[in-house]
C-alpha cells in the first residue's frame, strides 16, 4: 500500500515494520504483555519523532 501510494505521488504514507524480537507474549491468550508494550513503544517513539509532522 505505501508503495503504491508512493507511486502515485503521495509521500505522506509510511510503514514500520514490528521487529518483535524480545517480546515474551506472557498477555492473556498469547497478546503482548505490559512488558511486550514497553519494549514496542520504546521502538516505535523514535520512528514517530522522525517523521516530518510539524507537531
Known sequence: ???ARH???G????SWFLD?????????????S???DRLI???LV??????PTGW
Do not use: Q
Open 20 to 32: 518483535d524480537s524480545g517480546l515474551d507474549f506472557a498477555g492473556c491468550d498469547w497478546h503482548r
Open 41 to 43: 513503544a520504546d521502538r
Open 7 to 9: 507511486d502515485a505521488g
Open 46 to 51: 523514535p520512528f514517530l519523532s522522525g517523521l
Open 11 to 14: 509521500s505522506g504514507v509510511r
Open 1 to 3: 500500500m505505501v508503495e
Open 34 to 36: 505490559a512488558h511486550d
